[in-house]
């Protein structure tokens, strides 16, 4: 069964860091581009950033370039999300994602595989 399993959310004053992680199981991600996005109440998901199978190659939404980083570790199988100077719109469910393409993207519809989410939330 193949499974992405986010974790590291939580609540966090505006100004503040948050690491996230994302495990796969029953699935080999060293192959796969991988993606972080976010769906706060009332909003649709959008992307936030993605990594191509490699790391070589990242992309960031305009909104958190220079705030957030995105990396992978292949050997454990997990992709992070560095989150600094968090804002309060920045509050969302942010949730991670594979496509087998590899190279990374912004769409949404690229991902074949999809997590749960972790809820982070940023006080003013």
């Known amino acids: 069964q193949v499974q992405l399993v986010e974790s590291g959310g939580g609540l966090v004053q505006a100004g503040g860091s948050l690491r996230l992680s994302c495990a796969g199981s029953?699935?080999?991600?060293?192959?796969?581009?991988l993606g972080w996005f976010r769906q706060a109440p009332g909003k649709q998901r959008e992307f936030v950033a993605a990594?191509?199978?490699?790391?070589?190659?990242?992309y960031y939404a305009r909104s958190v370039k220079g705030r957030f980083t995105i990396s992978r570790d292949n050997a454990k199988n997990t992709v992070y999300l560095q989150m600094n100077s968090l804002k309060p719109e920045d509050t969302a469910v942010y949730s991670c994602?594979?496509?087998?393409?590899?190279?990374?993207?912004?769409?949404?519809?690229?991902?074949?595989?999809w997590g749960r989410g972790t809820q982070v939330t940023v006080s003013s």
């Open positions: 994602a594979a496509e087998a393409h590899g190279q990374g993207s912004g769409s949404l519809y690229t991902y074949d595989y």
């Open positions: 029953g699935l080999t991600l060293s192959t796969y581009g």
């Open positions: 990594v191509s199978w490699s790391g070589r190659d990242t």
